[in-house]
């Protein structure tokens, strides 16, 4: 028989700018998108670890993070 130890996914994720509107409102709703992401995994107490946080010139933004899945124990992949 075998168990899960330890689990936590790695991602890339691209908040990207919406089209049709002006770029400094696109701008604060990535801004406000990603935090609402980070404020949803606080909520479900994901535990989670952001390793970068890349703005890109035309003001979207690239984040790597590490989080856990679903409800299996992280181990010491977040130290």
């Given at each position: ?72 124990p992280v181990g010491s992949y977040l130290e």
């Open positions: 028989m075998k168990r899960i130890k330890a689990a936590c996914l790695e991602q890339t994720i691209h908040f990207q700018l919406k089209d049709g509107i002006p770029p400094e409102l696109a701008k604060q709703q990535v801004r406000q998108e990603y935090e609402t992401y980070k404020a949803q995994m606080d909520r479900h107490r994901t535990q989670y670890k952001i390793i970068e946080e890349a703005e890109q010139p035309d003001g979207s933004l690239i984040i790597k993070i590490k989080r856990q899945n679903n409800t299996q």
